[in-house]
């Protein structure tokens, strides 16, 4: 059974970062590409970054760029999204997930999503 465990979520005042981690299990870690999302309240789900099966490739949100770094350890069946400069507009529960797409495009099919981490982050 796939199971993505996201952690490294918290509370952070405006300019602080924060690392998320997804850590994958019941998978072929690096057969699979990743991407991390976000909700926030009142909001629909919007994609953030996307990371290839072997990290050669990312792709980021406009929103996010300069900001957040997208990563993976296969070794560790996780990937990794360093938040800096973090904003309150970044305030969301964030989710990773899996797709058998290698490289991003928009309308991807993800098949697999964790539980979510909570970040908030107070002006």
């Known amino acids: 059974q796939v199971q993505l465990v996201e952690s490294g979520g918290g509370f952070v005042q405006a300019g602080g970062s924060l690392r998320l981690s997804c850590v994958a299990s019941g998978l072929s870690f690096s057969t699979f590409a990743m991407a991390w999302f976000r909700q926030a309240p009142g909001k629909e789900r919007e994609f953030v970054a996307h990371?290839?099966?072997?990290?050669?490739?990312?792709y980021l949100t406009d929103s996010v760029k300069g900001r957040f770094t997208i990563s993976r350890d296969n070794a560790k069946n996780t990937m990794y999204l360093q938040m800096n400069s973090l904003e309150p507009e970044d305030t969301a529960v964030y989710y990773c997930?899996?797709?058998?797409?290698?490289?991003?495009?928009?309308?991807?099919?993800?098949?697999?999503w964790g539980q979510g981490t909570q970040v908030t982050v107070s002006s």
């Open positions: 997930a899996t797709t058998p797409s290698n490289y991003y495009r928009a309308g991807l099919r993800y098949d697999n």
């Open positions: 990371i290839s099966r072997f990290g050669a490739s990312t």
